[in-house]
């Protein structure tokens, strides 16, 4: 069985640009209650469905699968709830751990998140200058939740 054991945080600047190129993203849902996600995704030649359990102390249950691209690309236009999302992905090392930088497009524009997965809850971790606050508690910042309510939407 997978589990996921990650933390979230929002970007302060544009710096993680100058470290990785980036690779887009497109993902839909399945099914986006809270309880469990079902998602569908693709990214560049590569496509996975991925099913995730709701989180409890930042652990969630998590299993992921190979798709046909193809077939990847057909749920997202044709049975994925709408909109799909779009995201620019960035790969960071950072001291001894993997940050993901996810920029989001469409309406979604402007949302900059940094995530990191690790192998327990207390595993101590270095956070980046460009790394600002915690957001992993804040049911806002879940991608499922963003078709439902997109960051253009929140007001600030």
């Known amino acids: 069985m997978g589990v996921e054991i ?5 970007v302060l ?4 640009k100058t470290l990785d190129s980036g690779e887009l993203f497109r993902q839909g849902y399945l099914n986006s209650n809270k309880a469990r996600v079902v998602r569908i995704r693709v990214r560049e030649d590569k ?5 995730k359990s709701l989180p409890k102390d930042l652990i969630r249950d998590e299993f992921e699968y190979d798709i046909p691209v193809n077939e990847a690309v057909y749920l997202l236009e044709n049975i994925c709830e709408q909109p799909i999302i779009e995201k620019t992905r960035y790969k960071i090392k950072f001291r001894d751990h993997l940050w993901e930088v996810d920029e989001f497009h469409g309406e979604n524009n402007g949302l900059v998140v940094a995530e990191i997965e690790l192998e327990n809850v207390d595993e101590p971790f270095a956070i980046p200058p460009w790394v600002g606050d915690e957001v992993s508690h804040d049911w806002r910042y879940f991608n499922s939740n963003l078709l439902s309510n ?3 939407k929140w007001s600030r």
């Open 13 to 16: 600047s544009d710096e993680y």
């Open 6 to 10: 990650e933390r979230k945080y929002l």
């Open 150 to 152: 997109p960051y253009s």
């Open 47 to 51: 496509a996975y469905i991925t099913i």
